[in-house]
C-alpha cells in the first residue's frame, strides 16, 4: 500500500521542518509514504523547506484558497491508496503515528480515520483543555457520530473519488464530508495512539476568527445549530469555571488566569457572531459542541 501525506501550508516555517522529519521517521510497516504540499502563497521559508526534504508541491492561489479545495488539490495529485492530511503546524508524537491512522482503513467498513491531538507547553491552557474533550485517551474503531478533524485524519482516495470535500465551506470541510460519507453507510474511527502536536500560533483576533468561520460552516452542516446570548454567556463561565479548576490542580494558575478569559472569550464570541439566528436546536446537542466538556 503507498500512503500519501497531504500537508496545507500557508507560512509554516516555524513548525514544517519538524513535521516533514517526523514523516522521515514514521515506521513503514511494509508501505511507501509520499508527501504532498499544498501551499497557498506562502511569504516565509515554507516553500525552501520543502524543498529541502522529498516532497512534491501542489501550489494554490491565495485568493482561490478554502479548506475543501485545497485538499481536492492535494487528493487529486496524490498517487496512493490512502490518503493523510495534516497541518502545517502539527508535529507527530511517535513514529508509528501513519501505521496506526491507516490501519483501521478498508475495515469493518471504515473509510475516514482521525487522531489524537495535543498541545504542548507553548499551547494555550484552554485550547489543551478543548483537545482532552475530543481527543481523549481511548481509541474508538468504529466510533458514533460524524465527529472528526483534519488537522490529523486519513481517507481512502477510493473514498474520496466519490465525495470530495466542499470547497465552499469556511471549515469543517471534515464533518461535513463526515456526516455524508456515514448517511452512506461508511464508518469512521478515532485512533487516540495516531496523535500529533497541533501547535496554533495565533493572536487572539485569529482564535476568534478561527471559531467564528467554524460557526459559520457550522450552519450549513447542523442548520438547527442556535447559539443565543444566554448560551454564550452559560457556556463561558462555565469553561471559564472548569479551565480554572483545571489550572488550580495543576498549579499553573497564575500564568493562565488571563489566558484562560482571553481564550475563552474570543471562543464564545467567534462563536457568537459565526452562527446563523434563523433554528434552534435542542439543549443537548448545543452542549456536546459547545460546552467544554
Known amino acids: 500500500m503507498k500512503v500519501s501525506v497531504i500537508i496545507r501550508t500557508y507560512n509554516e516555517q516555524r513548525h514544517l521542518r519538524e513535521l516533514l522529519q517526523g514523516i522521515q521517521q514514521q515506521h513503514r510497516d511494509g508501505f511507501e509514504i509520499e508527501t504532498i504540499i499544498v501551499d497557498s502563497g506562502s511569504t516565509d521559508d515554507t516553500l525552501k523547506i520543502a524543498n529541502s526534504f522529498p516532497t512534491r508541491v501542489a501550489p494554490i492561489n491565495k485568493d482561490e484558497f478554502s479548506f475543501g479545495r485545497s485538499l481536492n488539490i492535494g487528493c487529486a495529485a496524490a498517487s496512493g491508496d490512502a490518503l493523510v492530511f495534516v497541518s502545517g503546524h502539527c508535529i507527530p508524537t511517535g513514529p508509528r503515528w501513519i501505521a496506526d491512522l491507516v490501519a483501521p482503513l478498508g475495515k469493518d467498513d ?50 474520496w473519488r466519490e465525495h470530495r470535500f466542499d470547497e465552499d465551506l469556511t471549515g469543517l470541510e471534515d464533518m461535513h464530508l463526515a456526516k ?91 462563536s457568537f457572531r459565526g452562527n446563523h439566528f434563523h433554528r434552534k436546536m435542542s439543549r443537548e446537542l448545543k452542549e456536546s459542541y459547545f460546552y467544554p466538556r
Request: aromatic share 14%; proline share 3%; charged share 15%.
Open 110 to 159: 471504515v473509510a475516514y480515520t482521525y487522531g489524537g491531538q495535543v498541545g504542548n507547553g507553548d499551547s494555550h491552557f484552554s485550547e489543551c483543555q478543548i483537545f482532552n474533550k475530543y481527543f481523549p485517551a481511548v481509541s474508538k474503531v468504529p466510533q458514533d457520530g460524524f465527529y472528526c478533524n483534519n488537522a490529523n485524519a486519513a481517507m481512502l482516495k477510493s473514498v
Open 180 to 270: 455524508r460519507l456515514v448517511a452512506q453507510g461508511y464508518k469512521l474511527a478515532y485512533v487516540a495512539p495516531a496523535a500529533v502536536y497541533h501547535l496554533h500560533s495565533e493572536s487572539w483576533a485569529q482564535v476568534r476568527r478561527r471559531f467564528e468561520r467554524e460557526a459559520i460552516a457550522l450552519q450549513h452542516i447542523m442548520p438547527e445549530v442556535h447559539l443565543s446570548r444566554a448560551d454564550v454567556f452559560r457556556y463561558f463561565l462555565s469553561a471559564v469555571f472548569i479551565d480554572l479548576g483545571a489550572a488550580l490542580q495543576q498549579r499553573s494558575m497564575r500564568q493562565n488566569f488571563k489566558h484562560i478569559l482571553l481564550y475563552r472569550f474570543m471562543q464564545f464570541t467567534g
